[in-house]
C-alpha cells in the first residue's frame, strides 16, 4: 500500500536461526524484458487465486488459517472440571466440555492429543447409568416416530435421591451427544422441555446454555440461538462468556459481522469480561469486515490491558486481518512480535504471511518467507505455491510464476483449480486469450473439473472483449456442470457491463442479482460504484456509496479506490487529493492503484503539471515505484498526448524487466497512432502478436484512427473487417472513425454506406458521427445538405452541440458568405426548436471573430 522498506532496498531474508525473519539490503533481481516465445511457455505460467481467496467448493473465504496439515485436535482431559473452546477447520469455535462458569481453563490443543474419542465413534464417561439409558433412548427412536420427551425424560429427575449437580452434568452430556450426532432439533427440545422444568434455574448451567447456542450456530439456526439468549436473559438466566462467545461464532459464521461485533460490544457493557477465545473470534470478524488497522489493533490493545495474553492463532488472525488492506509493512511488525512473544511460527503463520505478500503484489518478499518456511522444517503445500504464484502474477512477473509451477510440479504439488482458475485469470487480464483457452483446455485433459471461479474468470475475459454471446454461453454453462452463479459471479456481470458503460444492463442485472436472493456486499457495492462512474453517472456511483454506508457496511482500501477512480474520471482532483489526505490520516493508507487514480484525475482534469510532478515522486521512489504507476503514467501521459513522457514511462518498464500489459501496449499504439508513427505503432503491434497478446478492439480502434488520418485511409475499413471476421462487435467509435476516414477523402458513397452499416448493427449514432456529415459537406459548400443533417439528426433524437453549429458558421465564413451565416442564425429556431437565445448569441460573437 504504502511506501515500504522495500522501496530503499530492503528485503525479506532468511536466517538459520528458527522462526526468525531479518532484514538485510539485497538487490531486487533483474528478469529479461518483454519474454518471446521461445523461452516463454504458456502452458508453464501460474497466475492468481489462491485457496486464501476462494473455497474448494468456489465460494469466497477471507482467508484459510487452518491448512488442510496443520488441523489440531482438541486433548480431553477426565481431570478437567470444564471444556473449552477449540478451532474447527474453518477456525471458528467448538465447544469441547463446559461445567462451572468460575474456574475454566483452556485445553492444549496439540497433534499429540490424548482424547480418547479421537477417531473413534462418540463415547462419554460423565452421563449416569439413567442418563445413558435416556441418550440411547433418544437416539434409537425412529425419525418418523413421535417423541414423547415427558416420558423420556423424566425418570432422570424421578430416580432415587437426584442430585442437582450430577442431573446438570447428564443434561449437558445428553446435549453435547445429541449435538455432536447434529440432532440439532432433537437437542433444542431437549433443552427447551428442561427450560421449562420446575428446578431448570439449577438444572441449565452457562455450560448447558453455551452448548446449545453452539449446536444452532452450526445448523445455522444463528437467529435461534441469539432469540434463545434473550428470551434466557429475560427470564433471569446469566449468560456468561462462553455463551456469548458461541453467538458471535454463529454470526461469523454466516457472514453476520455486524450482528457479531453488537454481541461482542453488549456482552463488554453487561459487564462480562472477554476471554482469549472471545478475543480471537472477534478479530477474526474484524478481518472478515475488513475493519481498518487502528480498529483491529484497538481490540488487540484491550486485549492484553484486560490481562488476557495473545497466543498464536491470535497473531496468525492478526496477520490475516493484514490482507485485505495489504498492510505488508504492518505485517512485518505482527511477525516480530510473534517472536518476541516466544512463539515458533507454525505452517498457518507462514501460508499467511505468503497470503498478505501476494494481496500486496510483493513477490520478492513472499519467496523469502517460502525460504525461511522450508529452513524450520516446513514444506510447501499447494496452499504455498498458490499464494506465491498469485504474488508474482499481481506483481506483473508472469515469467517467474511460469517457474514456480514448474517447481511446484517437480515436488510432487499436483496444480489444482486454483492454480489453473489463477493461470486462465492472469493471461485474461494481459490479453493473452490464446493462452487462457489453452490453460482452460489443459485443466479440462488434466482431469480438473473446473468451480465457479474458473467461470468467473471466462465470463470476465468474454465479457472485457465485448463478446457478449460467447459470456452468456458460460453463464449457461455455469448450471450444466452443477455449479450455481455466486456473488462473485453477479460482480463480474456488473463489472463487465460497466466497464462497456451498459448502464441499463448494470441496473438489470444488479436487479436480478437482488432477486435471486443475493445481498450486496462491500465487493459489490464497490464493482457498482465503478461501474455507474464507467457509465459517466457520477451521481449514481456516489448514491451507491451513500447507500453502502446507511447499509452498515464500512468502506475499506478497495472502497477508497472505487470511490477515486469515478473521481478521476470526472477530473475531480481536488476531491481526490482530500481523500487521500483523509486516507493518510488514518482511515486507510493509499497504495499503488490509489494513487493511479490520483495521476488520472490530474490527467483529466487537465493539471498536467501536476500530473508530472507525481510523476517525478515515482520515479525517485518517494512514493515506491510500483509497476501499477508506471504502466498507469504510460496511459496517462499518452491520453495528454506527451509523447516523450509515454516512452519515458513505457522504457521504465523496460527496463525494470516488467512485461507490458495489454492496456499498455494500446496505450503505446494509440499515441504513435495520433503522432502518426506508423512505424512505432507497428513494432508495438508485432510484439503484441510475438508474445501471444490478444488485441482487443481498442488495438484495432487506435489503428482504425491511425490510418483514417494518413494516405492509407481506407485500411479503416480493412481493420473493421478483420474485428468483424474474429467475431468482435464493433462499436460507435469503430464507426465514427471509418466514416471520417471516407468524409475526409470525398469518399461520401462509402461514408453513408457506413452509416447505413452502423445503424443496421444496432449501434446508434451519436453526436460525433452526424457532426462528421456536417463538417464534410460544409466544408464542400454543401450547406443544404450540412443542414438537412441537422434536422435528421434532431429527428432521431440527437442534440446537436457547439461543434454542429460551429462548422456551419466557420465554413460560411470561410467561403465569404457571411450574409447566409446571418440567415442561418437568424432562422435557427425554426430548424432546432430548443436552441437557446445564449447559444444564438455566441454564434454571431464566433462569426463576427471568424470575419476577415
Sequence with gaps: MEVSMVATGLLFST??????????????????????????????????????????????????????????????????????????????????????????????ISKSSSDPNSGKPWSNHHLSPPGQRILNTLLDTPPDTPLHL????????????PHPTRLSRDILAILKALGFRKKTQLAFSVFDWVRNHQDSSNLLTGSAIAVIVNILGKAGRVSSAASLLKTLENDG????????????TAYASKGRYNDAVSVFNKMQRDGCTPTLVTYNSILNVYGKMGMSWSRVTAIFDSMKTNGVVPDLYTYNTLITCCRRGSLYEEVVNVFDQIKSAGFVPDRVTYNALLDVFAKARRPKEALQVLKDMESNGFSPTIITYNSLISAHVRGGWLEEASRLKVQMVEKGIKPDVFTYTTLLSGFEKAGKDEFAFEVYDEMKAAGCKPNICTFNALIK?????????????????????????????????????GHNQMDSEVAGVFKEMKRSGFVPERDTFNTLISAYSRCGSFDQAMAVYKSMLESGVSPDLSTYNAVLAALARGGFWEQSEKIIAEMKDGRCRPNELTYSSLLHAYANGKEIERMKALGEEIYSGSIETHPVLLKTLVLVSSKSDLLMETERAFFELKERGITPGLTTLNAMISIYGRKQVVSKANEILNFMYENGFTPSLTTYNSLMYMYSRSDKFQKSEEILREVLKKGMKPDKVSYNTVIYAYCRNGRMKEALRMFSEMKDSALVPNVVTYNTFVATYAADSM???????????????CRPDQNTYNSIIDWYCKHNRQDEANSFVKNLGN?????????????LKRMARELP
Aim: hydrophobic share 35%; proline share 8%; charged share 25%.
Design 15 to 108: 536466517t538459520t536461526t528458527s522462526s526468525t525473519l531479518t532484514l538485510r539490503p539485497q538487490q531486487p533481481p533483474r528478469f529479461p524484458a518483454f519474454p518471446t516465445p521461445s523461452r516463454y511457455n504458456p502452458l508453464r505460467t501460474t497466475v492468481f487465486v489462491t485457496s486464501a481467496t476462494v473455497s474448494p467448493t468456489g465460494g469466497k473465504i477471507e482467508h484459510n488459517l487452518q491448512d488442510p496439515e496443520n488441523k489440531r485436535p482438541i486433548r480431553f482431559d477426565e481431570n478437567l472440571k470444564k471444556v473449552f473452546a477449540g478451532r474447527d477447520e474453518f477456525g471458528m469455535l467448538e465447544i469441547a466440555e463446559l461445567t462451572s462458569p468460575r474456574s475454566r481453563t483452556r485445553t492444549s
Design 150 to 161: 415427558n416420558n423420556i425424560l423424566s425418570p432422570l429427575f424421578t430416580q432415587p435421591h
Design 237 to 248: 438466566f446469566e449468560i456468561d462468556v462462553y455463551a456469548y462467545t458461541c453467538l458471535i
Design 461 to 497: 475475459m468474454h465479457g472485457n472483449r465485448g463478446m457478449f454471446v460467447e459470456m452468456m454461453k458460460v453463464f449457461e454453462e455455469i448450471k450444466e456442470c452443477g455449479c450455481s452463479p455466486d456473488i462473485v459471479t453477479w460482480n463480474t456481470l456488473l463489472a463487465v457491463f
Design 783 to 797: 450547406f443544404v445538405e450540412a443542414i438537412d443533417v441537422i434536422r435528421y439528426m434532431i429527428k432521431q433524437g
Design 831 to 843: 430548424i432546432d426548436p430548443h436552441v437557446s437565445k445564449e447559444e444564438k448569441s455566441r454564434l
